[in-house]
């Protein structure tokens, strides 16, 4: 299983959300780019940025993340990325995929037809919330459910399927692994992790289930619960033993 270090950018600096709040923001103090050189430096081949100006429907940090991705690091991006333009953008700045949300439950169709313009560069996140579906950053309900869009998701070709279970986004209080192996199974993709995660056993445990292809560790990091170097050895012996 992968690690994926996260980076959420907020007006340039790095936060993390709670259940995706803007009014329960922290603000680390940190500059992204001397984070995303950490991670690096740690090991991490691949790191997952979110947008979060963009994704509130303000102005996109586009310098910030085109610095960002410049280098070698295999960068997946999310936050405001709503349609085709978007998208290119996004991969032409230097971004290895993509990561997007709310399309995949409002307009399947306009999905597939990112997905089939830029095949294995675009992995849908289906973002839930006691097994429902959330869409606009997370504050309405969807109104297709889980099997649906899983449904037409199957067949696509996307890397992977981002699942975040919405009530333990930022909590520190451990995955929702049944969660992520169920929306893997329904979707007949890999599944990213996100959510909740928050010691190296919770790592160790993801990485026995097949359909986890790897975890999205954020708040776990800033707040020193662990370290990268400990994160990847955990996600190297849970997948092994």
């Not at 085109?66 to 998208?87: P, S, Y």
């Not at 169709?109 to 606009?136: C, H, M, N, S, T």
């Amino acid at each position: 299983m992968q690690l994926i270090p996260a980076i959420d950018l907020r007006h340039g600096e790095v936060v993390r959300l709670t259940q995706g709040d803007d009014d329960r923001r922290r603000s680390y103090g940190l500059d992204p780019r001397q984070v995303l050189q950490q991670y690096v430096e740690a090991g991490a081949e691949r790191v997952h940025i979110v947008d979060l100006d963009a994704a509130f429907g303000e102005t996109p940090q586009r310098q910030l993340i085109t610095e960002l991705a410049a280098g070698d690091t295999r960068i997946e991006l999310g936050g405001g990325l709503h349609d085709l333009d978007a998208v290119d953008w996004a991969l032409r700045a230097g971004c290895e995929r993509v990561v997007l949300g709310s399309i995949v439950a409002r307009d399947g169709d306009a999905f597939q037809r990112i997905v089939e313009a830029f095949p294995g560069r675009v992995v849908p996140a289906l973002e839930l919330a006691r097994g429902k579906l959330r869409i606009a950053g997370w504050k309405e309900a969807a109104r297709t459910s889980l099997d649906e869009v899983a449904a037409r998701l199957r067949g696509l070709e996307c890397p992977a399927v981002l699942v975040t279970d919405v009530e333990r986004d930022g909590t520190l209080e451990g995955p929702n692994l049944e969660l992520v192996r169920r929306v893997a199974e329904l979707t007949g993709m890999p599944a990213l992790l996100s959510g909740g995660t928050r010691s190296l056993d919770d790592l160790r445990a993801a990485a026995r289930v097949p359909e986890i292809a790897g975890a999205i560790v954020g708040k776990a990091l800033y707040e020193g619960l662990f370290t990268v170097a400990e994160a990847l050895a955990a996600c190297a012996v849970g997948s092994t033993s």
